[in-house]
């Protein structure tokens, strides 16, 4: 460290105000500066680490290259606030807020009901802002753009995006593109009427109303920055931190000395990749060099046999550079620009494409990098800097390699990057495959060039780089040497298969896994480029073969796609009075707050006087003894006041199988073993760092469910249903299919911060607690050739992880479930929750109905595969019919399920898109088409009736306002704003007179978990209870007084002193389950869908595209059409994220890799399907539920297997073509990984395999 002595001021604007900072700890960054030193909550804390987006604020800075005023969206999680010197910060505060005016991006986001939880809207907020203080009309293209670094869990994007659109050029384009009819326009299109014309919505806002975008009231860049930045004071700026110096020169010269002095400092640009090593890999620097000052490093230069890009240019003014310079030149001379935007559009999220800089990219040599391959093959050069001249080395695989001999010397800097010109008979193409299309790390990429003799198609230069199979990018140098002078035909095709595949060598243990997957994505790749050039060649002589019509299908990325669709919902009852809520689509309670930031999340509540933080010391092993624990290092630090154990537990230390804190014995990585109490967060998480803890191993160590069956270890008992006869039939049927299904397991992955604020109060021991709460399957299908299921026996394990918890509520559910939308009458379900060495598992949306109906109708479509036919005639032939009994005897009429089925059927044109899908295939052999339409019958609620009891509490006050409590929590899913409307309509008052106080125990007590999609049912009959009985009291008071008004009557109540207070109760649906009679009445209702999605596949990288999805929901009388619309939507993505890109990864020590956005891929915006239809089935009731609506809270979400089922479609019409065996083995996730290797092919064939014997896996499947 340097010797300390006093920083400079650091100076920036936030919002407008000046800060000026003496004491910046240079280790901070702009988030925590913003959360904690400034109170502005509104930007959130989650991922920590740029992945998410929810942190995302606007930095406006004076560019002194252009000398214009840039605005870019930042993750300021990542921006070190150092950086920030001389800058302008707009966080959501800064943008509007409720009380004084709201920004129409916060308007629209709200009202467009684009927020749920909440969590991510500020930051969705400040990226679309960032666009329009850019572009105030943006294409639909750079709106999609802007919002592909911000994830949202809740929504399924669809709102937001509809919200941001209305600023947007096309925004009154019909959405039906093409089709010359306007998708509003229910009529002769529309094949099914959904009932009579006037009935049918499909608006759930009004744009009219919204205010229009005024660029002028737009905050403006302080003059006093602006004089800065054109009078730059050229002095250097410091800024000491306990551990970290900052030192920032104002020239080159002086950042040139500083790296001579300081030669293991290294240059801080974006920080996205020094920031994460610092955070998240403990790598300390103690001197930190910024050179954003130095305007040398921004230079662009245009020469005539190429490009210089400045090293400090960010990877998005990169973007412009090359769009620009390829828009300036013949094609010929763009091939490597053209790559490297390819890549550039899709690398990260627009936020850290802003902050990333090329010199950072390039020097970080990470293995993944998306531009060092193309830089590499297209020869550039890097221009390097120091106190003693400048030098020029090649971009190639030694110094990618970092290679000594190839390298830069600690005090060079890199100050530009040379990309050369590509000339005629040259090509330069990229390749990427990641998890899905947007903000992925690529699994595998490629750079390739090839340079022919002119007029010839021999090879005088070639070059081919891969990035993901190895520490470094890769070049296949000796490969391309041994290919010079050969043609560009099938012959050298082959020959470079085998030795790229022998030089680029991946060993089975390599970190990252999918060894074959990339084996096979390094000759898949080649393909592509092969048949690109040809298709170059042919244009430039006509003499070169032509590739048949069937084979140019596997020259197309799937492009990103703009969503479109319609939502249609049953309008009210014209009569209804038009103060009355119910069954309109009314915004989100806490919409605009969250759109402003203004909504106090858990995290967000301001500190206490003396509050302390903790952090946890988590267990390393999987299944070990506990020998010491050492904590004297850690009571050393500063700061830090104690270290709890086990032993400190005055009372219980949680339940016998399930400790608090380990004792003796831990039982999976990541158990919680002790905790450290320090002043700050920061102490708290270093002093657990220095706790010393010795195990010794202990076996065995059972981590998949294959141990766990071997071990007979099993959390609880064996649950199962058996109806008819199954052996008996099994030896009657036609035929028998055999197989297994593997569902992956699943990441709440809430955006939410998880936080916990315990203030003790003084007197009573009381607490005030604040907190953010809330599988291989054996399977036998007997089957007669008329299609009919006769048997069907299934046996179901679950990874349950070390303790219980929740798991065999999930088997019961699950069991419960299976049959779905199907009458067989022999039956055989089991189900068992495995006890492993893993953290434990619990329930998530939908209870294992998710996964369990995956298995049933895994079984269909094995079925239909037998039999040579689609699965949906299966599907039918196999649907319950009439009135019946379910598997525990429950009475069940399927006329709903049935309706659902046939709308979903005919508004999705299903049977005319099979024959054009199966047209599409037969012209197109690199790409195949898949479609699928699934049935659901969803069971809502509790097999208990306890757990169906709901209470409320509701105050009215002397000015008429009305105070509602109920037992519900608000998870985002908008309990409070139907409370709100049952109260309205009950009270017969408009909803503004009513308020909602947050669900507290003092208040409410004994409340139900808010789950099973009953919620707001339930709360909803506790609340119109309460209502009733207030309403019955002042029933005299309005009689006699008819004309009076509400106030009117509240008042002479009181003065009458009639309590205005009241309880409402509801007691519960009925329901049980007998579980040794295998007999009950589980489920008080159900939710009937059908859900039908097309995709596309690319079977030589795996990657799919979502062509449209229709989801026919039945929600009886939706209780807000908005909310329950969002439900399914949001609920839906979340499964077709569970069927595609989620995936847990574990090592084969238990050890969970897939911890962060960056390993765990949640659905994007880009993966929304291009057409997206939702329908609220109109005209059903049921008597039972408040207002006859239904709860939709899950359902949805095992819809999103219809994407599976379509891409298996599309696999297994691959496989049918190739005559590969269909055999009955269902993997989900559906990942790039697993559908490339399903489509069999030459080159999939051709890769080296290793025997499973000879090396440890990097990872283990562990269901
Ligand atoms: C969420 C996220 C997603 C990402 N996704 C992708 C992706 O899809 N594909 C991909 O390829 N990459 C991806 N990245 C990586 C990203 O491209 C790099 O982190 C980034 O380009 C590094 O640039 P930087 O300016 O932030 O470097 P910094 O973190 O500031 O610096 C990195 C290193 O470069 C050195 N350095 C910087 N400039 C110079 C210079 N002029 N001379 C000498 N040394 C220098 C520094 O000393 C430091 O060691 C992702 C990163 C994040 C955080
Ligand atoms: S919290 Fe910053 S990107 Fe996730
Ligand atoms: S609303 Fe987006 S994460 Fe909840």
């Known amino acids: ?611 302390l933080f903790m952090a946890l010391m988590t267990s390393s092993r999987a299944h070990a003894k506990i020998r010491s624990i050492d904590v004297s290092k850690a009571l050393e630090l500063p700061g830090v006041i104690d270290v709890i154990t086990a032993e400190d537990i005055p009372g219980i230390n949680g339940a016998e199988n399930d400790k608090l804190l380990a004792v003796d014995e831990v039982i999976c990585v990541g158990q919680i073993i002790c905790a450290v109490v320090a002043e700050t967060d920061v102490q708290a998480k270093r002093a657990t760092e220095k706790i010393k803890i010795t195990y010794e191993d202990l076996e065995p160590v059972i981590l998949t469910i294959k141990d766990a069956i071997n071990h007979n270890s099993f959390l609880c008992p064996e649950k199962k249903l058996e109806q008819g006869n199954v052996e008996e039939a099994f030896e009657k049927v036609d035929q028998i299919v055999e197989g297994e299904v593997h569902v992956g397991g699943q990441e709440h992955f809430y955006m939410e911060t998880q936080r916990v604020l315990v203030i003790p109060k003084t007197e009573d021991k009381e607490l005030d607690i604040y907190v953010s709460t809330q599988d291989p399957a054996h399977v036998q299908v007997g089957f007669m050739n008329n299609r009919r299921i006769k048997a069907l026996d299934i046996e179901c394990f679950i990874n349950g992880g070390c303790t219980l918890d929740d798991s065999e509520l999930v088997t019961e559910f699950l069991i419960l479930k299976l049959e779905n939308a199907y009458k067989i009458r022999n039956l055989r379900f089991q189900g068992c929750a495995c006890m492993t060495n893993l953290p434990s598992n619990t329930a998530f949306r939908g209870f294992g109905f998710p996964q369990g109906a995956l298995v049933t109708e895994s079984c269909i479509t094995a079925v239909a595969a037998k039999c040579g036919l689609p699965p949906e005639k299966i599907r039918e032939k196999n649907m319950y019919k009439a009135v019946d009994k379910t598997i525990y005897n429950q009475a069940f009429n399927p006329e709903t399920l049935i309706r659902c089925w046939n709308e979903c059927l005919d508004k999705s044109s299903f049977h005319s898109r099979r024959m054009q899908a199966e047209e599409f295939n037969k012209k197109n052999y690199w790409k195949k088409k898949g479609i699928a339409i699934i049935p659901m019958k969803f069971s809502v609620g509790f097999a208990a009736t306890s757990y169906h009891q709901a209470a409320a509490l509701v105050h009215i006050y002397t000015d008429g306002s009305v105070l509602v409590t109920h037992g519900g929590s608000e998870l985002g899913q908008g309990i409070h704003t139907k409370m709100l409307q049952v109260a309205s309509r009950e009270l017969k008052i408009p909803m503004s007179y009513i308020h909602i106080c947050e669900t507290s125990t003092a208040t409410v007590p004994n409340t139900i978990a808010t789950a099973a999609s009953i919620g707001a049912d339930v709360n909803g009959r506790a609340v119109q209870d309460a209502c009733q009985i207030l309403l019955k009291r002042l029933e005299p008071i309005i009689k006699k007084h008819p004309e009076g008004t509400w106030e009117d009557w509240v008042e002479a109540a009181f003065e009458q002193r009639i309590s205005l207070s009241a309880t409402g109760y509801f007691r519960g649906y009925k329901a049980f389950m007998d579980w040794e009679k295998g007999v009950g009445d589980p489920f008080p209702y159900y939710v009937y869908g059908a859900a039908c999605s097309e995709v596309e596949i690319d079977c030589l990288t795996g990657a799919h595209k979502k062509i449209r999805t229709d989801i026919i929901m039945d929600a009886c009388c939706s209780l807000n059409p908005a909310i329950d619309i969002g439900q399914i939507e949001g609920s839906f993505i979340q499964g077709m994220g569970l069927y595609t890109t989620e995936e847990l990864k574990y090592s084969p020590e238990g050890v969970l890799y897939s911890r962060s956005p960056d390993e765990y891929k949640i659905p994007t915006i880009t993966d929304v399907p291009e057409e997206f239809n939702v329908s609220l089935m109109p005209s059903s009731y049921t008597p039972l539920t408040i207002y006859s609506s239904k709860g939709l809270g899950e359902s949805g979400m095992f819809l999103g297997s219809s994407v599976f089922f379509a891409i298996a479609d599309a696999v297994a019409t691959v496989r049918r073509e190739r005559g590969i065996a269909e055999d009955f083995m269902v993997q989900s996730p559906a990942t790039p990984e697993w559908v490339r290797m399903a489509c069999a092919d030459r080159f999939t064939e051709m890769i080296p395999r290793d025997d499973p014997k000879t090396f440890k896996p990097w990872s283990i499947p562990i269901a």
């Open 1 to 611: 460290m340097l010797c300390a002595s006093r920083s400079d001021e650091l100076v920036f604007f936030v919002n407008g105000r000046k800060v000026i900072e003496r004491n910046v700890d240079p280790e901070g960054t702009l988030l925590t500066f913003l959360r904690k030193n400034l109170r502005l909550t509104g930007t959130k804390y989650a991922c920590g680490r740029g992945g998410c987006g929810a942190c995302t604020v606007m930095v406006s800075k004076h560019d002194s290259v252009s000398k214009k005023i840039r605005h870019f969206s930042v993750t300021a999680c990542l921006m070190p606030i150092c950086s920030l010197y001389g800058s302008a910060v707009t966080t959501v505060e800064g943008v509007g807020s409720i009380k004084t005016r709201l920004h129409p991006v916060q308007e629209r986001i709200a009202k467009s009901h684009g927020t749920q939880c909440g969590f991510c809207t500020p930051g969705m907020v400040m990226s679309m802002y960032t666009l329009l203080r850019n572009h105030p009309q943006p294409s639909e293209e750079q709106l999609m753009e802007a919002l592909g670094g911000n994830l949202c869990r809740c929504t399924g994007y669809r709102p937001i995006f509809e919200s941001g659109r209305t600023f947007c050029m096309e925004a009154n384009s019909c959405q039906q593109k093409g089709t010359g009819k306007c998708c509003l326009d229910w009529g002769e299109n529309d094949s099914s009427p959904l009932g009579k014309k006037n009935e049918i919505c499909t608006k759930l806002f009004a744009k009219e109303e919204f205010q229009p975008l005024d660029p002028t009231q737009e905050l403006i860049f302080p003059p006093e920055l602006l004089r800065m930045a054109e009078n730059p004071e050229k002095q250097m700026l410091t800024f000491y931190g306990e551990r970290v110096t900052w030192i920032s020169p104002g020239t080159l010269k002086d950042l040139l000395e500083l790296k001579a002095k300081h030669p293991k400092a290294p240059l801080v640009l974006g920080n996205t990749s020094l920031g994460p090593g610092m955070k998240s890999q403990g790598h300390f620097h103690p001197v930190l060099l910024s050179p954003a000052r130095i305007s040398e490093l921004s230079m662009v230069t245009k020469t005539s046999d190429g490009l210089t890009i400045g090293a400090g240019c960010s990877l998005a003014q990169m973007q412009v550079i090359l769009a620009e310079r390829i828009s300036e030149l013949p094609e010929e001379k763009t091939q490597t620009y053209r790559a490297l935007l390819k890549h550039l559009r899709s690398l990260a999220g627009q936020q850290i494409r802003n902050m990333a800089s090329l010199g950072g990219h390039v020097m970080s040599r990470h293995c993944y990098s998306d531009l060092s391959p193309i830089l590499a093959v297209g020869n550039s050069t890097l221009n390097l800097i120091s106190a003693e001249g400048t030098r020029q080395i090649p971009l190639n695989e030694h110094f990618l390699a970092g290679l000594a001999s190839a390298d830069i010397e600690p005090e060079e800097i890199l100050e530009s990057v040379h990309i050369p010109h590509s000339q005629k008979w040259e090509f330069v193409s990229a390749f990427r495959q990641a998890q899905c299309q947007q903000n992925a790390l690529p699994h595998v990429n490629a750079g390739m060039r090839v340079l022919f003799k002119g007029g010839t198609d021999s090879i005088e230069d070639l070059h081919i780089a891969y990035g993901g199979v190895g520490p470094a990018t890769i070049s296949a140098h000796r490969s391309c040497q041994q290919l010079l002078g050969r043609r560009w035909n099938e012959l050298m095709l082959d020959e470079a298969c085998r030795l790229l595949l022998d030089e680029v060598s991946l060993p089975g243990s390599a970190p990252g896994g999918r060894v074959e997957f990339k084996r096979t994505l390094v000759v898949s790749f080649l393909f592509k480029f092969y048949l690109e050039v040809l298709q170059e060649l042919k244009k430039l002589d006509r003499r070169y073969s032509e590739i048949s019509e069937r084979f140019l299908s596997a020259l197309e990325d799937f492009p990103v796609t703009i969503p479109q669709g319609v939502q249609t919902y049953q309008s009210v009852d014209p009569h209804q009075p038009l103060q009355d809520p119910v069954g309109r689509p009314i915004m989100h309670l806490s919409g605009l707050k969250h759109a402003t930031g203004e909504a106090i999340f858990c995290d967000d509540i301001p500190m206490v006087d003396k509050e």
